[in-house]
């Protein structure tokens, strides 16, 4: 059963045609990936779910019910959490604070303390530092753990690896691993090595059109449509 569906999305940004018909199915419970080439659509599906680039037309469906046209704060409180590229956290806040300050309702921290602490052990020992005074790594940590306060569902998910050493993305990917067993999530990832260790299911969108979808160890084999589409090899990926 779909947590999430779209169906012909069609998203404007001022004057530009930005998603020409994406159609998008996620299945409650799975790791989806969003894959295309840099400026094909990605992280503006991901706005558009949340209501923050409205659908021109074409309809968005979150556990059954019609999204379309909702206000982004109504999107959320339905339990949908996102993790925007570039981390975007309070920088002037301590951790605990970027953590407090997501609670949907009062003690939802308290309630997911163990659970997030246990996937980022990092940040509870600088739970008092403020952001500015962590390392890129342990700040996209804190994005995702923010995300995970409130009771979502579902998780959007935006190009969790970037600009991580190769040692903090194995340790990102096993939290979205982990945290994968509480929430579904879609994610976009640039590097299909990680998104193919990851991910049950892909989208791929070309120029602002789903094109292709399917299952990920179908993708993984199938170099042709990786070159053709993401212009580049499987890199190894198992």
């Known amino acids: 059963m779909s947590l999430l569906r779209l169906e012909e999305v069609h998203t404007f940004i001022e004057q530009f045609h930005i998603l020409e018909g994406v159609s998008i199915d996620v299945p409650e419970g799975d790791i989806v990936a969003l894959l295309g080439r840099n400026g094909a ?27 379309t046209g909702r206000r982004s704060f109504d999107i959320a409180a339905m339990g949908i959490g996102f993790v925007p590229e570039h981390r ?7 951790v605990e604070e970027n953590l407090l300050i997501a609670e949907r309702e009062r003690g939802d921290f308290a309630a997911k303390e163990d659970f997030i602490f246990g996937l980022f052990p990092d940040l509870k020992r600088l739970i008092r530092l403020p952001g500015t005074n962590l390392s890129g790594g342990q700040q996209q940590m804190l994005a995702v753990a923010r995300a995970l ?33 509480e929430s579904t999530v879609l994610l976009v990832e640039q590097n299909f ?3 193919s260790r990851l991910a049950q299911h ?14 990920m160890k179908d993708l993984v084999d199938d170099d042709e449509t990786i070159k053709r589409y993401l212009g580049a090899g499987t890199g190894g990926a198992t």
């Open 149 to 181: 306060v409130p009771n979502n569902r579902l998780l959007l998910i935006d190009e969790p690896s970037e600009g991580l050493a190769p040692v903090l993305i194995e340790q990102m990917m096993e939290a979205i691993r982990r945290l994968s067993s």
């Open 88 to 94: 975007a956290i309070f920088s002037d806040l301590s």
């Open 41 to 67: 659509g990605k992280t503006t599906t991901l706005k558009t779910i949340l209501g923050l680039t409205p659908a021109r037309s074409g309809s968005v469906f979150y556990d059954g019910n019609n999204i």
């Open 202 to 215: 892909f989208v791929i969108i070309e120029e602002g059109r789903s094109i292709m979808s399917g299952a």
């Open 193 to 195: 090595i990680v998104a």
